[in-house]
């Protein structure tokens, strides 16, 4: 007896809750349906952007990069982790004449919505600097152990879509031929 009650007051609550849902979605006019923001997969992308430079052989050890040179063609790369600690995904990324890099994260994909967020799960690393004379990576910005990134409200919206652009950085390689001031 208690199990036909419940059986019946679940398919009650069902076909409630269907029809709740299938007339809160769509507007109807004249015999054309309209279509709400909510029958769009809104997707958002994600986005790294940084800079990497040159720093000089003045200010090594320090956080300045004051005279600082941008790097061309200098590899980051972008490495998140799920919750359980695996990589889930990684690639490097190539910067332009001014030192930029655009970082646009198209296959990341998160699991658990706040466990694998990018802010907590994402780092971005210095690897390689095509500058013969300033190719050592310095830990500027954690530039070596991987820098987290940082929401500065930067995003774009479209139908359908949406893009959040996070920030990394600055980073610097520096040059091996950097000696300490020995003057007294």
């Known amino acids: 007896m208690a199990n036909h009650r419940f059986i019946m007051t679940m398919s009650i609550l069902l076909s409630l809750a269907f029809l709740a849902t299938s007339t809160s979605n769509t507007t109807t006019t004249a015999d054309h349906k309209i279509?709400?923001?909510y029958d769009f997969d809104r997707t958002a992308n994600v986005?790294?952007?940084?800079k990497v430079y040159c720093q000089g052989c003045k200010y090594i050890g320090s956080s300045s990069l004051s005279g600082?040179?941008?790097?061309?063609?200098?590899?980051?790369s972008v490495i998140c982790k799920n919750?359980?600690?695996?990589?889930?995904y990684y690639k490097a990324f190539v910067t332009d004449?001014?030192?930029y890099f655009y970082a646009d994260l198209k296959k990341f994909r998160m699991t658990h919505y706040l466990l694998d967020h990018p802010?907590?799960?994402c780092?971005?690393?210095l690897v390689s600097s095509p500058h013969e004379t300033c190719n050592v990576r310095s830990n500027l910005n954690n530039g070596i152990n991987g820098s987290p990134l940082?929401?500065?409200n930067k995003v774009l919206y479209g139908r359908g879509y949406e893009t959040v652009i996070y920030a990394s950085g600055p980073f610097a390689f520096r040059s091996s031929d950097c000696y300490p001031d020995t003057t007294p």
Not at 68 to 76: G, K, M, N
């Open 119 to 121: 802010l907590h799960a």
């Open 68 to 76: 600082a040179e941008p790097i061309w063609a200098a590899r980051v």
């Open 35 to 37: 279509a709400t923001d």
């Open 123 to 125: 780092r971005v690393k």
């Open 97 to 99: 004449y001014d030192g």
């Open 83 to 88: 919750y359980k600690k695996r990589v889930s």
């Open 150 to 152: 940082r929401f500065e």
């Open 47 to 50: 986005v790294v952007e940084g």
